[in-house]
Nanobody, 128 residues
Framework: VQLVESGGGLVQAGGSLRISCAAS????????IGWFRQAPGKEREGVAC????????YYGDSVKGRVTISHDDAASTSYLELNNLEPNDTAVYLC??????????????????????WGEGTLVNVSS
């Protein structure tokens, strides 16, 4: 299994960015796919998670209304659209996957140990 994030970079506050996660090694449209972020000195935080088998999607409270997760099943790729970015959004954004889902998207976004695979992350740096 591989998860490769891309698309991070430097963006001004109020700007937008779309980051991607290319997945391989499992059946994408039956998996749980999640985006997390980790800022220096802070705990890893669930940003957006989807259980692909039923489309259940959960967004973290700190990003709700500013973030959209989407998927290209044919390309086994997840996208995270980040809008109206704030300096507090600066973090490494990581993609996670679990080949089969048992619980809700909310559960997976809150339970780090539930995930089987993690990417290495892509840095999003928001300047004020």
């Amino acid at each position: 299994v591989q998860l490769v994030e891309s698309g991070g970079g430097l963006v001004q506050a109020g700007g937008s960015l779309r980051i991607s996660c290319a997945a391989s090694g499992f059946i994408y449209d039956r998996a749980v796919i999640g985006w997390f972020r980790q800022a220096p000195g802070k705990e890893r935080e669930g940003v957006a998670c989807t259980t692909k088998i039923d489309g259940d999607t959960y967004y973290g409270d700190s990003v709700k209304g500013r973030v959209t997760i989407s998927h290209d099943d044919a390309a086994s790729t997840s996208y995270l659209e980040l809008n109206n970015l704030e300096p507090n959004d600066t973090a490494v954004y990581l993609c996670a996957a679990k080949p089969k889902s048992t619980y809700t998207a909310l559960y997976y976004c809150h339970v780090l140990r539930a995930w089987d695979y993690w990417g290495e992350g892509t840095l999003v740096n928001v300047s004020s």
